[in-house]
């Protein structure tokens, strides 16, 4: 599903070695988030950041409404770049929690993007997750938004 490095420090400390850093590339033809779960959750890595870019066959982005607290899901079925990604690692149930945005060019070079829900990698995906430590950041129902937000 995926490959991975250690990005190595020049100098090695406790402290350094706690904020792991990873070069990750992942499978052709799979599912960008599920990927990424699975490499979070088999690295232990339940609080970081996460950006990257790669090359889509479909790309599909959730809206939230606020005022309705309505969900509403866009499929962009076509040959995209992600032109990039961002996103964060906390943790929710003891799984990993990802929330990532990403920004996806299209062949006449307009672009889609949102808060992205899956992607099927066609092409590469390329990824750098840090890890922040045993930094926790957990997730909580927010009444007031209708969203998990950061519990620290
Ligand atoms: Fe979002």
Sequence with gaps: MYKYKKVRRISSNLIEDANRRYI????????????????????????????????????????????????????????????????????????????????????????VGGHLLSARINGACELLVEEFGDTFAGREFDEETGLYLYKF
Excluded: W
Aim: overall charge negative; glycine content about 4%.
């Design 24 to 111: 990750v590339s992942l499978d052709n033809h799979v599912e960008l988030m599920e990927a990424l779960a699975a490499f979070c959750k088999d690295l232990t890595v339940y609080c970081g950041q996460v950006r990257g870019i790669g090359a889509i066959s479909e790309a599909t982005f959730r809206m939230y409404d606020p005022a309705t607290k309505q969900y509403v899901d866009k499929t962009f079925s076509e040959q995209m770049e992600i032109t990039n990604l961002t996103g964060n690692v906390s943790q929710k149930d003891k799984q990993p929690f990802l929330h990532v945005h990403a920004t996806c060019s299209r062949e006449d070079y307009s672009c």
